[in-house]
């Protein structure tokens, strides 16, 4: 959530996003260009008139050697697709976001989240991820995708995808599904498989070995299922690239008879020199979560979810989730009026299908922080849901409000989120210090337990371990070998 980014209020990223997803206009590039053919003038003017937004809602482009590494695999993988003769040809960009994602837009754009390549354990995979995402664009996947929205009269109308259950708000829909990836870039089940049949025919291409796609859709379902437990949920439906890309686990074994017997290089050694060092989980400057706390040492804030949720942090808000009601901590315009801020955040949530109007703005203090709030009674279509829009005054020109939707008359269920919200010292913003991740040789002496109590993590430490790895439950310490490890470091 940098600062820049996050004062830009969510419905300009929204709106953009969903004019290129479901497409307006009457004609959608590469719905009638065979599959497999070069990139049209078209097409790759598609890709670069909606590049700035696809960054910006990601946390923004990483450069130095992390990205350039990301870059080069990216584009030797992408060029064997036959969308294009030169590697130069595709752009290939590394995004400074917590979330394991991936995806690739038409006119050979292709992007990977920092923390999607920490998960990774060779180049193998990291091409693998990227061959599938060059798979979809060199498929047209999107451009069918966008034609049969536009048969649907869908008409670019991104809070219909996302939110319709809600308000239908573009908004709104943020409380239920954190960003716009996840209507950009939701695929048929037919169309993964088909992703996944090119990347790993990209992959042979290439001289790796094909195996690698399988091996990471493995990691990606381990890492799900991990998450889902970490955050006491059930499921594993978190936005993350193996939501937008559904059932990774399923895959695997499609993935494993597509390789057949097929060999190749892995560089594992070589990848994980190249990613040693790199930001792993919230980078500070988008504000870091630390169990149920989150704090953002930019910003000098900081509150505490209820007992029972769980956060994910965006690069536009943070939402918290529970059983009980969702909540979304974002920025609007302020003029310096509490009561009109909160009245301009109800206007924007019914937007123009619907008035949603408080009973009435209350002021209170909260940690010595000005405050205003009010709730409104809402039918969502299929039941009566409390909004309830909390909002604080950091500065004369800097406000931040919450945005929660509870089951009516349990509009309560945040009362303690609202109360923690407060200013944090400079101390306090100093001593938040990143994640990195440490690659390291393992000795003679050394287990599973030994490196994994070396993680830079209260709980789970083993299992946090295994997964990074890409290590099953049996899996043993190969002296000599490198791994990684997630510490604390500036």
Same mark, same amino acid.
């Given at each position: ?189 037919? $169309? ?100 149920? $706390? ?115 008359? $349990? ?49 789970? $430490? ?29």
């Amino acid at each position: 959530m940098p600062i820049k980014k996050f004062r830009k209020f969510t419905a300009m990223a929204l709106a953009g996003a969903a004019s290129l997803a479901l497409g307006a206009c009457a004609s959608i590039p590469g719905a009638n260009v065979a599959p497999g053919s070069p990139i049209t003038a078209e097409e790759a003017q598609v890709g670069a008139q909606y590049h700035d937004q696809f960054v910006a809602e990601f946390g923004g482009e990483m450069t130095g050697p992390y990205a350039r590494y990301v870059e080069q695999v990216g584009s030797n993988i992408a060029v064997q697709s036959g969308l294009a003769t030169r590697p130069d040809a595709f752009d290939v960009t590394l995004l400074n976001s917590s979330v394991n994602n991936a995806f690739a837009v038409p006119g050979g754009y292709v992007y990977a989240t920092r923390q999607l390549v920490n998960l990774m354990n060779n180049e193998a995979e990291l091409a693998a991820v990227l061959g599938h995402e060059v798979g979809h664009v060199a498929a047209r996947h999107s451009a069918r995708r966008q034609e049969k929205a536009q048969r649907n009269q869908l008409l670019g109308l991104l809070g219909a995808v996302i939110g319709g259950g809600l308000l239908g708000s573009s908004d709104l829909a943020q409380l239920s599904l954190q960003g716009s990836q996840l209507a950009t870039l939701s695929y048929s089940r037919s $169309q993964e498989l088909e992703a996944d049949q090119l990347g790993i025919q990209y992959l042979n291409r290439a001289g790796y070995d094909p195996h690698a796609m399988a091996t990471l859709l493995t990691s990606l379902a381990a890492q799900n299922q991990l998450d889902a437990q970490l955050q006491g949920r059930g499921d594993a439906t978190i936005p993350a690239w193996a939501s937008t890309h559904p059932d990774p686990a399923s895959r695997v074994q499609n993935a494993l008879q597509l390789a057949q017997g097929g060999t190749g290089v892995i560089n594992r050694d070589t990848f994980l020199n190249r990613i040693d060092g790199m930001v792993y989980g919230d980078d500070p400057a988008q504000g870091v979560i630390e169990g149920r $706390q989150f704090i953002h040492p930019e910003l000098r804030l900081s509150f505490t979810a209820p007992q029972g949720f769980y956060m994910v942090n965006g690069t536009r808000a943070v939402t918290i989730n529970g059983d009980q009601g969702r909540s979304q901590m974002t920025v609007g315009q302020f003029n310096g009026d509490l009561n009109s801020y909160v009245r301009d955040v109800f206007t924007k949530l019914g937007g123009e299908q619907q008035q949603v109007t408080p009973s009435s703005i209350e002021r209170t203090t909260v940690n010595g922080l000005p405050a205003a709030y009010g709730t409104a009674r809402v039918n969502n279509g299929q039941q009566q849901v409390d909004v309830t829009v909390f909002a604080y005054e950091f500065s004369p020109n800097t406000a931040y409000h919450f945005m929660s939707i509870t089951p009516a008359g $349990q509009a309560g269920t945040f009362n303690s989120l609202y109360q923690s919200m407060r200013r944090i010292s400079a101390s306090e913003a100093g001593a938040v210090v990143p994640r990195r991740v440490d690659v390291v040789t393992a000795g003679r002496g050394d287990t599973v337990r030994s490196l994994a109590n070396r993680m830079a993590y209260t709980d789970a $430490q083993e299992a946090r371990f295994r997964v990074l790895n890409g290590l099953s439950a049996s899996d043993q310490i190969v002296p000599g070998q490198e791994y990684k490890l997630v510490i604390r470091s500036n």
